[in-house]
């Protein structure tokens, strides 16, 4: 999974349709570029292939600018990677990052049982690097590596516990709520970005 095809995906979605210029700069702003490691290549990159894959749909109505919106196997895709991101735990901290950022686009439920999926992947994890610290006989040492374990997944399943009692509190408007940015086109408030429009670089 990419944490930028997801980002990508989700921006175009939540604005109904936009370029490649306002991607890059939202997900700039967002600090995209230090937690799931965007950058422009790799944005135009995932604009290419998404639309090559018929993710997404490109216009070209405005000289030196294209723009992109969603087909319904992009809105499909997308729901796909954002519901895998939330509910399975990575390697890598960028896939959650991602869905995190996204994540009013799930209805509360469903964020909820996503999540609760999630915790229960954490705590298997830790219940694992718990036994191999008991059944541990040699070499020693090693008992720190399955500690390390141990203590991230228990520090991981504490977090998702705290996100889920927050949205089970109706904490975050989500996906068909008043005031959700979770629908498709569902960001008015950024339609007009505190930047000149400029061509795409």
Known sequence: MSATRLLVLGIVRGYGRTHGYRIGNDLLSWGADEWANVKWGSIYHALRALTEAGFL??????????????????????????????????????????????????????????????????EAARDK??????????????????????????????????????????AYPMAGEPGSPGKPGGWPELLFPPYPPRDEP
């Open 57 to 122: 749909l490109d216009h070209n109505d405005v000289p030196t600018r294209t723009e992109y919106e969603l087909t319904e196997r992009g809105e499909h895709e997308f729901m796909r990677l954002l519901r895998d991101a939330v509910r399975r735990p990575q390697p890598r901290p960028d896939f959650l990052a991602a869905a995190l950022a996204l994540l009013p686009a799930l209805p509360r439920d469903e964020a909820v049982a996503l999540l609760r999926e999630r915790l229960a992947a954490h």
């Open 129 to 170: 690097a718990a036994a191999q610290i008991a059944a541990l006989v040699d070499p020693p040492h090693v008992k720190e590596l399955f500690g390390l374990w141990e203590s991230n997944a228990e520090s991981a399943a504490e977090w998702t516990r705290g996100v889920i009692e927050r949205l089970e509190g109706g």
